[in-house]
């Protein structure tokens, strides 16, 4: 779908702020809130929007730690990949998995209440997964940058 | 440490799925009215259990075909402050999410480009141009899915 540049200034207001209503968005575009809420609805039909979500801040609920693990897998198992993804959507501190191509295979987001807890995720949830060859841990000290706004 | 109850988690884990939803028919599918409803998702923003709201967008359809992951180390020596380091990749419009970790990498980046051939110009020209950059890895993502997660 080919986007012009008022729908690129749509897209680029929504993403600073997605709680910005239709006749906001239509004065700083410079365009009538009709001709907006045409556009918004467009970019919702074709797939460009797909929607709102809320981010929940762990942190403020008690979940202190967060830990990147940086997974290798044993690619002599053909099934290791979707093995190893179903087992970790069954652990609820798993917020993320990512797939790659590179040195990494797999990444999990996981969160823990402290240290103590993350290392009972580990060993009782994590250790076990299936297909393992390698993991790696980050831990998450610091955000720096958060948003993942797309550079439009 | 904010406290919760089950219609909060319920109401959080709705958000978190579909922000867009209208408090009326968040507060039916959890047994509130309207206003009790729109009152207590008001409060789960405010009290900063939620942080705010994510716009999603299809970064294909936009043009970005290539997200990439980039472990960094810093160098020993030539390097600027860590202050200086991290507003200036922040700056860098590509470079869609900074943390300071700790492990094998100080920094773990989420990097967005058009394809390969831009995520090299952004690789060469923004990242490794800065001073202090010790080691770079990067992984380019085949696919992502993000969790509900223990609530």
Known sequence: MPLDDTDRRLLRLLQEDPARGIPDLADHARITARQAGRRLERLRETGVIRGTRAVIDWRALGWEVTVSLRVTLDKTRPDAFDALIAAARAVPEVTEIQTFLGKVDVRLNVIARDMKDYQRIYRDHILTLPHIADIEALVHVATVKAEEWLPI | ?151
């Open chain 2, 1 to 151: 440490m904010i406290e919760l109850d089950d219609i909060d988690r319920a109401l959080i884990r709705a958000l978190a799925e579909d922000a867009g939803r209208p408090a009326g028919e968040l507060g039916r599918s959890v047994g509130l009215s309207q206003p009790a409803a729109w009152r207590r998702i008001r409060r789960l923003f405010a009290s900063g259990a939620l942080s705010g709201r994510r716009l999603e967008l299809d970064a294909e359809k936009l043009g970005f075909g290539v997200t990439v992951f980039l472990g960094v180390k810093l160098a020993t020596k030539g390097r600027m402050s860590m202050e200086d380091f991290e507003r200036v990749l922040g700056a860098i419009p590509e470079v869609q999410r900074v943390e300071h970790v700790l492990g094998l990498y100080d920094y773990r980046l989420r990097v967005v480009a058009r394809d390969l051939a831009d995520f090299e110009r952004v690789l060469r020209r923004r990242i490794m141009a800065l001073p202090g950059i010790g080691s770079i890895e990067a992984n380019v993502m085949l696919s992502e899915e993000r969790r509900p997660g223990p609530i």
